[in-house]
């Protein structure tokens, strides 16, 4: 790839944000279209920033260190047995159940706090858990394909990847949330 250059990241990097405007107005419709079960379940609220901004986060950095990977020749843009995409994409994975089932603690106790009770206070920590696991492995596979095809179409990772990547997130956050919740819960 060519040295950076402000007119090549302008250029590359406005129609993405303008893009990522779309998707992400997008999470904010599905949310506020599910207003009927966010009145009688609340804490969903409480759910949307910390599933949306994990995943994101972890994601990011698997975008960063695979548009490095990329940009160094340790990683070729395609799928198959690599060794340094197999070895981060499973640290993204194992950071994400790590720090998810963390939080899923944390829900559980605010839900036991808030006098839901034991067993609803469980379904409810995994619901969240699953709403988060379905969410990273739909970004992580997004943030793998979003990495490899812009290298090949002759873009730089780096203006692309994260970027689209957290809107996908907020997406794939919200949605998944309020599957999960409406399963589990019966919301």
């Known amino acids: 790839m060519a040295v950076y250059g402000l007119r090549r990241i302008l250029w ?34 409480v759910m949307v920033p910390p599933i949306n901004g994990i995943n994101n986060n972890v994601c990011s950095i698997l975008g960063a260190r695979l548009a490095s990977a990329l940009h160094m020749g340790t990683v070729e843009p395609k799928l198959g047995k690599q060794k340094v995409l197999r070895k981060n994409t499973r640290a993204t994975w194992l950071m994400s159940i790590g720090v998810f089932w963390f939080t899923s603690a944390i829900f559980f106790g605010m839900a036991l706090i808030t006098g839901m009770g034991l067993a609803r206070s469980i379904m409810l920590m995994f619901a969240f858990f699953a709403a988060s696991m379905v969410a990273i492995a739909v970004t992580m596979w997004c943030t793998v394909g979003l990495a490899f095809l812009s290298y090949i179409r002759g873009l730089d990772p780096d203006n692309v990847v994260i970027p689209i990547v957290t809107s996908i997130g907020d997406v794939m956050g919200v949605t998944c949330l309020i599957i999960a919740i409406k399963i589990v819960m019966g919301v």
């Open 12 to 45: 590359e990097s406005y129609p993405v944000l303008v893009l990522c405007v779309v998707i992400s107005l997008s999470a904010g419709l599905i949310l506020d279209s599910q207003m009927g079960s966010i009145k009688a379940f609340p804490l969903i609220l």
